[in-house]
């Protein structure tokens, strides 16, 4: 699954450069998640990042984006490929 933030977010700014995809961005309110960037940090990391911070554990899973480790796999491998072509 995508991680998503909720509206308890307090805008810390600790979640943003956290994230090794650059899937969060500040929105209209709160910080947001791109679903299509986000890989959980498969492929990166064990956890996480932006779980790991947030102060206020306003980044729980997002329930719309079920998605496997396989593939967040190969989301992650997908965007080092566009990464690389850039």
């Known amino acids: 699954m995508a991680l998503m933030i909720t509206d308890e977010c307090i805008n810390c700014d600790v979640c ?3 994230c090794p995809n650059d899937a969060i961005s500040m929105g209209v309110e709160i910080y947001q998640i791109d679903p299509d ?3 959980e940090c498969v492929g ?3 956890e996480p990042q932006c779980q790991q911070v947030c102060p206020v554990e306003c980044i729980p899973l997002n329930p719309e984006r079920v998605e ?11 965007l080092q490929a566009a990464k690389k072509g850039a």
């Open 37 to 39: 960037k986000c890989t």
């Open 68 to 78: 496997s480790k396989d593939a967040l796999m190969q989301k992650y491998l997908a």
């Open 44 to 46: 990166h990391f064990d």
């Open 16 to 18: 943003e450069p956290e």
